[in-house]
């Protein structure tokens, strides 16, 4: 295959992942599943997969479509903290600014590129073709993993007061109810991206190497 046929293979097969990040971002109930004071995801999933097929580039380029479902879905559909995730919704004098677009779109970006390193870390590490599902599995947790240790502590970093102020919480209390939605959201989030990244990978990369 020449250059020019493989480029154009590439944007191909990255416009198909981007489209179906963006399906599954708008088909309700699928991609974001609204809980009241934020959304659950799936999304990652595509975004990891894509990058361990595409490369950890083509990665970042669906972690930042992912970060722009999710800034349209919090405009467009807000929920109580939305302004944590777009800087076109305010809730009173609280709102986002800068400080959502990065916990929109960095977090984001990074997932593919952590779930594809880690991948091939543990590849290289073990060189046994018998830990390779296995590998699959933990970049799948991983990319999951980095999404909500990065949204949500990006969240008590940069918003902390207008975030506990929104959900009537203290703010002492604050980091207690980080740490309850990453076990309540963030551990379901990643064994589902861990057991799917795991059966589904498998598939594409064997097709890959085809």
């Known amino acids: 295959m020449n250059n020019k046929s493989g480029t154009t293979l590439g944007l191909v097969q990255l416009a198909l992942f981007s489209a179906i990040i963006i399906i599954m971002a708008f088909t309700p109930y699928l991609g974001y599943i609204p809980l009241g004071f934020m959304n659950a995801t799936i999304i990652h999933i595509p975004v990891i997969l894509g990058s361990l097929y595409l490369g950890p580039k083509k990665g970042a380029i669906l972690g930042g479509v992912f970060g722009m479902t999710s800034l349209l879905n919090n405009t467009l559909n807000p929920n109580l903290t939305s302004f944590v995730f777009s800087p076109f919704y305010n809730v009173g004098e609280i709102h986002g600014g800068l400080r959502s677009l990065i916990i929109c779109f960095i ?39 980095t999404n909500t240790l990065l949204v949500m502590n990006g969240i008590y970093f940069l918003f902390g007061t207008s975030y506990s102020d929104a959900r009537n919480i203290a703010a002492d209390s604050l980091y ?35």
């Open 107 to 145: 977090p984001r970006i990074l997932i593919g590129i952590v779930a594809y390193y880690v991948y091939h870390f543990i590849n290289m590490a073990s060189k046994s073709k018998n830990t390779h599902v296995i590998s699959l599995a933990i970049a799948g947790i991983a990319g999951s993993f």
């Open 176 to 210: 207690k109810v980080i740490l309850t939605v990453i076990a309540t959201n963030g551990i379901p989030e990643a064994i589902v991206a861990g057991i799917l990244v795991a059966a589904i990978g498998k598939i594409i990369l064997k097709i890959k190497h085809i």
